[in-house]
């Protein structure tokens, strides 16, 4: 049972990347997923959410309009799709599934403790 986060890489600034979350193990269709990013010196922060109807989502501020969050539940896979990277997005970023908790456009109420191994992102020229 476990979170496999996919995608990262190198990007130039403008760029765009895609990443993945998919449940191996269990069915994800029962669980609200959000992305968290971490980067040297700065707060974890939830970087976007999407609750199990996948009618639910939340953006942090820095990223609403760039980035979009969607989710295939016959794949058991979530998707990060970001677009117009910019250097501060650089980070490692985490998904994590959460049972209970909930996600409106304002508020991501997720657990962090089940979550995948990260994948890299690096926005740079």
């Known amino acids: 049972v476990q979170l496999q986060a996919s995608g990262g890489g190198l990007v130039q600034p403008g760029g765009s990347l895609r990443l993945s979350c998919a449940a191996s193990g269990f069915a994800l269709d029962s669980y609200g997923v959000g992305w ?19 009618g639910g989502t939340y953006y942090v ?21 970001m677009n117009n990277l910019k250097p501060e997005d650089t980070a ?25 191994q990260g994948t890299q992102v690096t926005v740079s020229s």
């Not at 990223?63 to 998707?79: E, H, P, Q």
Request: aromatic share 14%; glycine share 10%; proline share 2%.
């Open 61 to 81: 501020n820095s990223v609403r309009g760039r980035f979009s969050i969607s989710r295939d539940n016959a794949k058991s896979t979530v998707y990060l799709q």
């Open 36 to 54: 968290f990013r971490e980067a040297p010196g700065k707060e974890r922060e939830w970087v976007s959410c999407i609750n199990i109807s996948g």
């Open 92 to 116: 490692d970023y985490y998904c994590a599934a959460d049972q209970g908790g909930w996600v409106v456009s304002t508020f991501c109420n997720l657990r962090d403790d089940f979550r995948g």
